[in-house]
């Protein structure tokens, strides 16, 4: 359910009958297929200019329009129920082409009531999946504004000319689900810091587990010092609002395979980057450092709806990275949940000794077949990998090639980076059993420090600093958060058996 206040995603629906035949649309979309000899149009075409007196290919001339993906011509229609038609690329109709297309057109009729489009038509149901992805989430929006938001995405959009529609509800049931996840992970890290604190988190995590029927436990700052959680506490100890750990469990209806996957997702709510203050410019994204943390929410509410067939447990450890009298000392030692010890000579590397506890927890009391987490976590792989290709480490080649591959069918690529045992070195510390923040290759680093708490379980390293926003809107990217990772984890966690292939 969307935050209070918030914009909604469209409702879509599947239908047989052509666009220009849908009650009640007041916009009908049809796509143009991209072709050597000239743009080509597709279905619901032939029906469209049945209705409308139209010079299709003048006003795709007009508009240097060729079929790309993502290219959008509207022209207004008079003497008709309907206000506006559109002509959208889907370029060579790959599922990058048609999530590129869909958000396109997304953009094109926000403030729309009902909207009839056949992009979907020639489709199957990976195609289908890329249509309502780009729709949803080339609709986001987020706000905080008295008055509402300047713009509304369109309410509703029925996906016309699809044969088999009726047959087809349970695929874009799934979709709806995949899809709605990357919203509500933008949604949490949109969500300003003086309302998301570690125990709005715990909130939030309340309220999916009351929707998608899930166990929840939360630990208060008293009970994670008492179990030993020593680098959430560490980190969290300044602020006014205390460290929180979320673990939410999820138990397949029927069990498809055996199996436990645990996600582990960073929950650094606000990150000054604690007394190694991190300049004034760099803090004013710093509410999205628990991007990670939003995902993990986000994949366990849709679970249920994309039948996954193997329990999964979600771990969120949350705090505040403050400043004050309270707060991390460069210098310190601290004692984690499996007694490995971290000296912290960087207050501002504070994610991983979060993650650190979490996943120690994870491997000492759930022995899960495999672990993931997911963070915002270094610079270094933004500076490696730009912003548009996610960076992962993994410790096992069957969990490396799975997640590899639902990433790029999910279109959150991912690419592999080398966990070098050289670099351990770099990690030595003459006090404590590691430094959290040794010279060195960053973003390998980090993951070597990490690995340690993953002990003997396949294990993988999602370090999303480089996706976690997106400069402009691109394709179903909005500027802002992408909520990246949602997509790529639940297109992995609904395969028949996610941990084929994994050495268990």
């Known amino acids: 359910m969307p935050l209070p206040g918030q914009v909604s995603p469209p409702e879509i629906s599947l239908s047989e009958v052509a ?18 000899s000239g743009p080509v149009l597709g279905p619901g075409a032939a029906e469209l200019l049945d209705e409308v007196d139209l010079d299709v290919f003048g006003l795709l001339e007009h508009h240097r329009h060729t079929g790309k993906a993502g290219e959008v011509a509207c022209c207004p229609v008079l003497g008709s129920d309907l206000d506006v038609a559109l002509f959208v690329g889907v370029g060579d109709q790959t599922p990058t082409d048609l999530r590129r297309a869909a958000a396109a057109l997304a953009r094109s009729t926000r403030g729309t009531g009902r909207l009839a489009t056949s992009l979907a038509a020639l489709c199957d149901d990976e195609g289908l999946r890329a249509v309502v992805e ?20 369109v309410a509703e959009v029925v996906l016309a000319s699809v044969s088999g529609a009726e047959k087809r509800n349970d695929e874009l049931v799934r979709s709806m689900a995949i ?9 949490l890290a949109l969500t300003p810091s003086n309302e998301k604190s570690p125990a709005w988190m ?6 999916i587990a009351t929707s998608a029927g899930l166990q929840i436990r939360v630990w208060d700052e008293k009970q994670l010092a008492e179990d030993g959680f020593g680098g959430l506490v560490g980190v969290g100890m ?4 205390p460290p929180r750990l979320i673990r939410l469990d999820y138990t397949p209806a029927q069990r498809g395979t055996t199996g436990h996957v645990v996600l582990v997702g960073k929950g650094i709510t606000f990150d000054t980057g604690g007394l ?6 760099a803090m004013m994204n710093m509410k999205r450092d628990m991007t990670g943390g939003g995902v993990v929410l986000a994949v366990m509410e849709a679970l249920g709806s994309v039948g996954c067939p193997v329990g999964v447990t979600g771990l969120v450890p949350c705090a505040e990275n403050a400043v004050g009298a309270q707060a991390l000392r460069p210098g310190d030692v601290l004692t984690h949940y499996n007694g490995r010890t971290s000296e912290v000579t960087n207050t501002d590397a504070e994610g991983r000794l979060v993650l650190a506890d979490a996943m120690a927890y994870a491997v000492a009391e759930i022995e899960p077949d495999a672990l993931v987490d997911v963070a915002t976590l270094t610079g270094a792989m933004k500076v490696a990998l730009g912003q548009h290709t996610g960076g992962f480490f993994a410790n096992d080649d069957g969990l490396a090639g799975v997640l590899r591959c639902a990433a790029a069918s999910a279109g959150e690529p ?3 980076m080398p966990l070098v045992a050289d670099y351990e070195e770099c990690l030595e510390s003459k006090v404590a059993d590691a430094d959290n923040a040794g010279a060195g290759p960053g973003a390998i680093t980090a993951a070597l420090f990490l690995q340690h708490f993953a002990g003997s379980v396949p294990w993988a390293h999602l370090d999303i600093a480089s996706v976690g926003d997106s400069p402009v809107d691109s394709g179903e990217w909005t500027s802002g958060a992408t909520g990246f990772g949602a997509r790529a984890l639940l297109h992995w966690l609904e395969r028949p058996d996610p941990l084929a292939g994994i050495a268990r």
């Open 19 to 36: 666009p220009s035949q849908i009650s009640g649309a007041s916009a009908v979309a049809v796509p143009v297929v991209h072709d050597a």
């Open 134 to 153: 780009g729709l949803v989430l080339g609709s986001f929006g987020f706000h905080r504004c008295s008055e509402g938001p300047a713009s509304q995405p």
């Open 179 to 187: 899809s709605r996840a990357g919203w509500v992970a933008r949604e």
């Open 202 to 207: 715990s909130k939030r995590a309340e309220q």
């Open 238 to 241: 300044a602020s006014a609002t």
């Open 276 to 281: 190694s203050l991190k300049p004034a410019e």
């Open 414 to 416: 991912l690419w592999r």
